[in-house]
């Protein structure tokens, strides 16, 4: 890692551009890992095309749920990985407005969106060829999904005041892409059809190494800004929202069906959010151990602990309530 000097120890006084400018030589050689490490692959290579046939405008015949050979659970994860990938630009938006699109901030920011271009590309072309679901509820939840302009760093979340934009979006992108890969590996392992692991392990490769890009990002940023980027940390951390969370305000009830089938299929629920993403990124962090903070950074840090006790205490929680309560696979989708 890039060693940085200056370490403040009060609320650092750099701007969203000062603060980009100090992390520019990290995110060099963060592009530089990125580019040797990364390997190119193409969506095609992972579609079964042979199994493929026409639609009713073609002449073929349009879906019917008996062509679809994934279970619930299974069906339920590609929805929603697809759903969550399906927010690319969202995603892009938020960092863009942030960095500097001349520089390597420019470079990452481009190679990393038509890298996660392809997760959407490959989980869409398999569940259309394969009539795994109804395309025309596929598009109609895509479309939805668009129109309500995700914003994970929307003031109204109750983000804190003294939170950096720049450092909000790349904190948030750390958990991201570790949330995303640890839901694509068990998604993967639910899953029957050795395609869908091929493939999904293919997809959470890159968001490893997308996740190693902004986490490591943000470990440098600790020591240059410590106090804004713990902000960040505890900001995000606070009002992170999982993957397949897709059943909230004006969500439609299928969207909400398959959120509870994602949580209770295990692919990814409160347990797996707080022991697989928010404690393996505040651990490789050392948040708790690091010194140097000033008095804004020590507050934000002690919310967080009183916010990772609670967490604990909601897993505990869900986890005696998932054995309560009735289960929602095998019952009647939502038309």
């Known amino acids: 890692m890039t060693s940085l000097t200056g370490i403040a120890t009060g609320l650092s006084p750099m701007t969203g551009p000062d603060l980009l400018r100090e992390l520019l030589p990290v995110c060099e050689t963060e592009l530089e890992r990125h580019m040797k490490m990364a390997k190119d692959w193409y969506p095609h290579d992972y579609v079964p095309w042979d199994g493929g046939f026409n639609f009713a405008t073609l002449g073929g015949d349009d879906w019917d749920p008996t062509q679809s050979a994934l279970s619930d659970a299974s069906r339920a994860a590609l929805v929603g990985l697809l759903l969550t990938e399906d927010n690319l630009p969202s995603y892009h938006r938020m960092i863009a407005e942030h960095v500097n699109l001349d520089d390597a901030w420019g470079v990452w920011l481009g190679r990393w969106t ?11 072309d398999y569940l259309v060829v394969t009539r795994g679901v109804d395309p025309v509820q596929l598009d109609i939840a895509r479309t939805r999904n668009a129109m309500t302009v995700f914003n994970p760093l929307s003031r109204d979340r109750g983000l804190p005041e003294h939170s950096e934009g720049m450092l909000l979006a790349i904190t948030y992108m750390a958990f991201h892409e570790l949330a995303s890969r640890v839901s694509q590996r068990n998604a993967a392992q639910a899953g029957t059809d050795p395609l869908v692991r ?5 997809v959470a490769c890159d968001e490893t190494l997308h996740m190693l890009f902004y986490r490591n990002i943000i470990d440098s940023a600790l020591d240059l800004a410590p106090d804004a980027t713990m902000a960040a940390i505890y900001g995000i951390v606070s009002t992170f929202l999982m993957p397949g969370a897709v059943g909230g305000p004006g969500s439609s009830p299928t969207l909400g069906y398959i959120a509870a089938l994602i949580v209770e299929g295990g692919v990814y629920d409160l347990r797996r959010h707080r022991s697989d993403v928010v404690v393996p990124l505040l651990r490789k962090w050392r948040v708790f151990e690091r010194d140097g903070f000033g008095p804004i950074g020590q507050m934000y840090r002690d919310r967080l602990a009183r916010f990772l006790a609670d967490l604990t205490r909601r897993v505990e929680e869900f986890d005696h309530s998932r054995a309560a309560r009735p289960t929602v696979l095998g019952a009647r989708h939502p038309a």
């Open 114 to 124: 038509a890298e996660e271009m392809r997760h959407s590309t490959v989980i869409r």
């Open 198 to 202: 091929r493939l999904l392990h293919r």
